[in-house]
């Protein structure tokens, strides 16, 4: 079992910067695969960003590539998402997911845990 708490949210100028972070608890984070997703309102949960367990592999949606980085601590059991250059469409509610499938996933159905969500707003 995990738990997932986000945290770093807020509201933010466009060409501003946040740094999500996710604490898990449980005493075998490092054998999860981690993601980002996003929901804004009305719309589907998307994916953003994924991390193996070992943080070797990273894999980013175009939308975010190169803005965004996905990283992660074991020892602190922790992932985050710095979020750089941020524009108004990113505004939307920032979810961490853990996954037991090995690799990179990249898909919501495929994660087993999820957090509650925090809010990132982006104001133009």
């Known amino acids: 079992q995990v738990q997932l708490v986000e945290s770093g949210g807020g509201l933010v100028q466009a060409g501003g910067s946040l740094r999500l972070s996710c604490a898990a608890s449980?005493?075998?984070?490092?054998?999860?695969?981690m993601g980002w997703f996003r929901q804004a309102p009305g719309k589907e949960r998307e994916f953003v960003a994924a991390?193996?367990?070992?943080?070797?592999?990273?894999y980013y949606a175009d939308s975010v590539k190169g803005r965004f980085t996905i990283s992660r601590d074991n020892a602190k059991k922790s992932v985050y998402l710095q979020m750089n250059s941020l524009k108004p469409e990113d505004t939307a509610i920032y979810y961490c997911?853990?996954?037991?499938?090995?690799?990179?996933?990249?898909?919501?159905?495929?994660?087993?845990?999820w957090g509650q969500g925090t809010q990132v707003t982006v104001s133009s």
């Open positions: 997911a853990a996954s037991q499938r090995p690799g990179i996933v990249t898909t919501k159905h495929e994660y087993d845990y």
């Open positions: 449980g005493r075998t984070f490092s054998n999860y695969a």
């Open positions: 991390i193996s367990w070992s943080g070797g592999s990273t």
